[in-house]
Antibody, heavy 120, light 108 residues
């Protein structure tokens, strides 16, 4: 069974930093691209970042480019999202997400999400 | 960036009725369009990809159609468990961003 479990969310002050992690299991992790998708409270879904299966190709939404860093540890089936210079508008539930045996760009597995709150 | 626009924002229907949700792309995305269902406090669930292909275990009452810039999700006979928010997403643009619509809430 595919499982994605996020951790690391919490309350942080504007300008602060936070590191999210996602532990993956139940599939051949090093064979699949991964994504972060976020959802502000009461709002819609926003794609945040993509990483290739090898970790060599990474893309970011313009809203986080230069502030967030996405990485993966294929030896330990882990993803990390390093978030710096956090702003109030980064407040959201962050989901790690992937498509297993699926067309590129389509997500058929989501984690339960971790809440990041940026507030003083 | 491709902008996805969903309508209506809210759809009020009764159980057993048909629901039709629309999604429009700001430029052609061919058939590279997915639909997701999200219930309160839960992660989204994939319903449809390729504009019309149902994902694994999705009931036949859910169907998708369209191509280019106009897409439709139809729920043929609403069940109580179908009341939720539905999002469309394009995945044609490479490299990302892959963009979502703002959602349609289907309520009783």
């Amino acid at each position: 069974e595919v499982q994605l479990v996020e951790s690391g969310g919490g309350l942080v002050q504007p300008g602060g930093s936070l590191r999210l992690s996602c532990a993956a299991s139940g599939f051949r992790f090093n064979g699949y691209e991964m994504n972060w998708v976020r959802q502000a409270p009461g709002k819609g879904l926003e794609w945040v970042s993509y990483i290739s299966s090898s970790g060599h190709t990474i893309y970011y939404a313009d809203s986080v480019k230069g502030r967030f860093t996405f990485s993966r540890d294929n030896a330990n089936n882990l993803l990390h999202l390093e978030m710096n210079s956090l702003r109030a508008e980064d407040t959201a539930v962050y989901y790690c997400a992937t498509g297993v045996e699926m067309v590129q760009g389509v997500v058929n597995y989501w984690g339960q999400g971790t809440l990041v709150t940026v507030s003083s | 960036e491709i902008v996805m626009t969903q309508s209506p924002a809210t759809l009020s229907v009764s159980p057993g009725e048909r629901a039709t949700l629309s999604c429009r792309a700001s430029q052609s995305v061919k058939n590279r369009l997915a639909w997701y269902q999200q219930k309160p406090g839960q992660a989204p669930r994939l319903l449809i990809y390729g504009a019309s292909t149902r994902a694994t275990s999705i009931p036949a009452r859910f169907s998708g159609s369209g191509s280019g810039t106009e897409f439709t999700l139809t729920i043929s006979s609403l069940q109580s468990e179908d009341f939720a928010v539905y999002y469309c997403q394009q995945y044609d643009h490479w490299p990302p961003p892959w963009t979502f619509g703002q959602g349609t809430k289907v309520e009783i």
